[in-house]
């Protein structure tokens, strides 16, 4: 399966989507929407990104075609990461992204080497690590001070989530909820 990037300097180029049990890559139609959102709420350009299950990257790289300066993925399937090594590659942005095979949860619980602008994390729906990963990214102080966390989950999850992260998801699209989680 191939995803084409939706906008920017690399709008319409297609990057590898495994094919994998553990992957769930992100609609056409969730992505465009999300990104529509975020033009509204920051300024992609020259931003420091981190995109927690990073499946294909389509997330992770839209940001780069967009303008961020830099992206730090985290994937812990090997199959999956050298996917997305070789995604990486394709669109010749080595030197804009770090790729690091780890479980969110655990990389979640060091201290960063720097700040985020934003931070995306998509997990496969009913993997509710992303719970406690919310939780360390707060405690280890991820986020620069105007960052924001942006997750995508199922509506199968809602109420859990909700209750969760303490907030509605600010939009629905289809079978993903999107919240939107600051400092």
Excluded: H, W
């Excluded at 406690?132 to 966390?149: A, F, Q, R």
Aim: hydrophobic content about 35%.
């Amino acid at each position: 399966m191939r995803m084409r990037i939706i906008s920017g300097v690399f709008k319409g180029r297609l990057i590898n989507v495994p094919q994998s049990k553990e992957i769930r890559p992100t609609t056409d139609r969730v992505r465009e929407t999300l990104f529509n959102l975020l033009n509204n709420r920051i300024d992609f350009e020259d931003i420091e990104v981190l995109d927690f299950y990073s499946g294909s990257g389509s997330l992770g790289l839209e940001c780069i075609s967009r303008g961020a300066k830099n992206v730090t993925f985290v994937e812990r399937n090997f199959q999956i990461y050298k996917n997305l090594l070789e995604n990486i590659k394709s669109l010749g942005v080595e030197n804009q992204c770090k790729v690091v095979k780890s479980e969110a949860i655990d990389y979640s619980k060091r201290i960063p080497e720097k700040k985020y602008d934003l931070i995306i994390a998509d997990p496969p729906f009913f993997k509710d690590d992303v719970y406690d990963v919310v939780i360390n990214l707060k405690i280890n102080c991820y986020l620069k001070e105007d960052g924001i966390i942006i997750i995508e989950r199922s509506i199968q999850t809602k109420e859990k989530d909700t209750l969760n992260f303490g907030i509605e998801p600010f939009r629905t699209v289809g079978d993903a909820c999107l919240y939107e989680i600051r400092n």
